[in-house]
Every structure is written in structure tokens, then in C-alpha cells.
């Protein structure tokens, strides 16, 4: 059974830093790209940044200066490092497991999600 376990959400001051991570169980975590989303009140779920296994980032432009992804094989466990967070970054941010192979997306997990508040 796979299970992805997010943590470290919670409510932070604008300006703040919360660093969220993501535990991944029955997969195989290194054979997988590891990707953050988030998904504020009424808006549709946006890809907020990728790393695959060989450690290539990728961020969405609006982040990309003030989140770091992470990754540790040995740890099965993805990091989103957020930092001078502002009150439009407020929502639910979901890990997301992907395995792809000759260009295709052959698996996808999700995790149950943490909320992030950025409000003072």
C-alpha cells in the first residue's frame, strides 16, 4: 500500500518560513519524481515544484525565489523549504509521487494534503 505522508503545515506570520515534509511508504521512493501542489479556496490544484531522482528542480515562476525542494532517498521523504511566505501562498499543499518512464506517466500518488496559513 502506498501512503504519502505530508507534515508541517501550519498558521506563520507574513514573512515567515514553514519547511513541509513528505514521507513516502510502498514505493520504491527513488524510482519516483517527487512534486509539491498547492490548492487555495476555489482555485484548481497548481504544480508548485518538482525534483526528480537524480535531484533536477523545477519551480513554478512565482516561487522560485523563495522555495526549495528537497529530497532524501534514505529517507524516502520530499522537503518543500518556504521562506518570505505571503498571505496569497495560504492553502493546502499536497506531495505527489509520479513515475515516469519513456517520457510516460505510469503511477501517480497523492498525499492527504497540509494547510498552510499565511496571515497575521
Known amino acids: 500500500q502506498v501512503r504519502l505522508v505530508e507534515s508541517g503545515g501550519g498558521l506563520v506570520q507574513p514573512g515567515g518560513s514553514l519547511r513541509l515534509s513528505c514521507t513516502a511508504s510502498?514505493?520504491?521512493?527513488?524510482?519516483?519524481?517527487m512534486q509539491w501542489y498547492r490548492q487555495a479556496p476555489g482555485k484548481e490544484r497548481d504544480l508548485v515544484a518538482s525534483?526528480?531522482?537524480?535531484?533536477?528542480?523545477n519551480y513554478a515562476d512565482s516561487m522560485k525565489d523563495r522555495f526549495t525542494i528537497s529530497r532524501d532517498n534514505a529517507k524516502n521523504t520530499v522537503y518543500l523549504q518556504m521562506n518570505s511566505l505571503k498571505p496569497e501562498d495560504t492553502a493546502v499543499y499536497y506531495c505527489?509521487?509520479?513515475?515516469?518512464?519513456?517520457?510516460?506517466?505510469?503511477?501517480?500518488?497523492w498525499g492527504q494534503g497540509t494547510q498552510v496559513t499565511v496571515s497575521s
Open positions: 525534483i526528480t531522482s537524480s535531484g533536477t528542480t
Open positions: 505527489n509521487a509520479k513515475y515516469v518512464k519513456y517520457g510516460l506517466s505510469l503511477a501517480t500518488y
Open positions: 510502498g514505493i520504491i521512493f527513488s524510482d519516483y519524481v
